[in-house]
């Protein structure tokens, strides 16, 4: 009995024992958690403060400008360098510059209070001319707006336009003249005001979300029918090639094995004694194709570049307001590191001349892409049935590879290479299959083929 109890009151003894140690856990537990929930307080409210140290610090560095910078060293330092030596003149350039940075803050005040509309007058113009930009700022403010300056970026510049004292509610409208020397797509805005002491030290900036893009077409010209003397369709006379079904009649033959019964013409069988049948020549509705290098390799310089873009653009817009088919393919961009594995073309595929001319204004000149001839290859793979496809290209792109590229296409297909010198003489030369056309400016592309040079 003795050994029961004593076997009992020991079994209490670790129960209560381990009753207080599982007590004295949780209370170390809970100081742990309170301590880990003050470290991770500190850590929000140091993460908060560094934020707003960073904004303070950007707000600050955009604010300040380097004159303003050189204010604040000459502050600094010359109060600093007055008080330890006794500098009267630093002292007196410390209390000016910290005059100066005063007196400018109250200039940075209303960059918000403006209301900024850009309204170009044209979104599409032609290169070579320029397009008038109405930028109108008003003031949304209950007080008066100090002076001010807007920044228009335009392209790759800045436009500066100075805006004078507005009151309530008043407005100015500034016109800016945009040149458009070069083909392309010029993004206009976002504008930005700009709040600037008359010394510049200090400057606070606000861009607003109006953003225009102004469409630079190539120039062209008007060509005659792209397809005078050189190939004929639905709406003229039919083709050169003879086929047993079509809608133009041609003539009367001797029938052969395998010409459709449907075909005999009895009457002149009836004459001759021997089955004749009808044969006819083939219409077909014409298919242009327009194959535009883009290599930089190929033209002398850009200008050359820009006259090979503008000849192309003409012959599609001529084209599309005939009602043909047309299709217009240009090198894409290779990486170099797959240059010679990999094969892409740049197709544009718009219906109407003003998004073709949209398109062209993207066309650029390429230092990694596919030769010519390899874009007519792929070019004659995916597209069966052309009628007249005509290569554009530089003056650096030799005469043979020009007749590779032609002889991409079958027979059937009249090509006709645009050759862009500047330098040279306008003239058309036939070379075997292919019409060679060089062309010196622009209005030669006109002017050859309305002589119908090219038949």
């Known amino acids: 009995m ?13 129960s209560r024992s381990h009753t207080h140690t599982r007590t004295r856990t949780h209370v170390r537990a809970g100081r742990r958690s309170a301590f880990l929930r003050a470290s991770l ?13 960073r904004r303070v610090r950007d707000e600050v560095s955009r604010t300040v400008t380097p004159a303003g910078w ?8 010359g109060l600093s360098l007055g008080w330890l030596l006794g500098w009267a003149e630093a002292i007196v350039a410390g209390i000016v510059s910290i005059v100066l940075l005063l007196l400018a803050v109250p200039f940075l005040f209303g960059a918000r209070r403006y209301d900024v509309r850009v309204h170009p007058t044209a979104d599409r113009v032609v290169a070579g001319g320029s397009v008038s930009t109405g930028v109108t700022v008003r003031n949304t403010g209950t007080r008066a707006a100090l002076p001010s300056r807007l920044d228009l970026p335009v392209g790759d510049g800045i436009v500066e336009v100075e805006v004078p004292l507005l009151r309530p ?3 100015v409208t500034e016109d800016v003249e945009i040149p458009t020397p070069r083909r392309g797509v010029i993004r206009v805005g976002p504008a930005t005001t700009v709040r600037a002491d008359p010394l510049r030290l200090l400057h606070r900036e606000h861009e607003w979300a109006d953003v225009h893009e102004l469409y630079v077409h190539p120039r062209t010209v008007p060509v005659p029918a792209t397809s005078a003397g050189i190939i004929r369709d639905l709406e003229g006379n039919p083709t050169s090639r003879l086929v047993d079904s079509d809608i133009s009649f041609h ?14 013409h009895w009457k002149s069988t009836a004459k001759t004694g021997q089955l004749m049948v009808r044969q006819f020549e083939e219409s077909r509705r014409a298919r242009t194709a327009i194959a535009l290098s883009v290599a930089v390799a190929d033209y002398l310089d850009e200008d050359e570049y820009e006259l090979a873009v503008s000849a192309a653009a003409s012959l599609g817009v001529q084209s599309l307001r005939e009602g043909r088919d047309l299709e217009i393919v240009a090198g894409a961009e290779i990486p170099r590191v797959v240059r010679g594995r990999l094969r892409a073309f740049r197709q544009l595929g ?11 204004c993207l066309v650029d000149s390429l230092e990694n892409t596919m030769a010519l001839e390899e874009v007519c ?29 032609a002889l991409a296409y079958g027979t059937e297909t009249t090509v006709v290479a645009v050759v862009c010198n500047e330098t040279a003489h306008p003239r058309v030369r036939p070379i075997g299959d292919l019409y060679v056309m060089t062309i010196g400016v622009l209005e030669d592309l006109g002017a050859l083929l309305g002589r119908g040079a090219v038949r």
């Not at 003539?251 to 005999?264: S, V």
């Not at 718009?350 to 062209?360: I, Y």
């Not at 043979?400 to 590229?405: F, I, L, P, S, Y």
Request: with cysteine; charged share 20%.
């Open 41 to 53: 307080a500190v850590l929000a409210v140091a993460r908060q403060a560094g934020a707003v140290l």
């Open 169 to 171: 509610d008043a407005e």
């Open 350 to 360: 718009a219906v109407s001349p003003r998004g073709l001319l949209d398109e062209f």
């Open 377 to 405: 290859a792929l070019q004659a793979e995916e597209s069966a049935g052309l009628s007249i496809v005509f290569l554009v290209c530089g003056s650096r792109l030799p005469l043979e590879r020009v007749r590779r590229a």
């Open 251 to 264: 003539a009367i033959r001797e029938y052969a094995p395998g010409d459709a019964q449907r075909q005999i």
């Open 70 to 77: 050189i204010a604040v060293v000459v502050a600094l330092g």
């Open 2 to 14: 003795t050994d029961e109890f004593t076997g009992g009151s020991h079994s209490q003894s670790r």
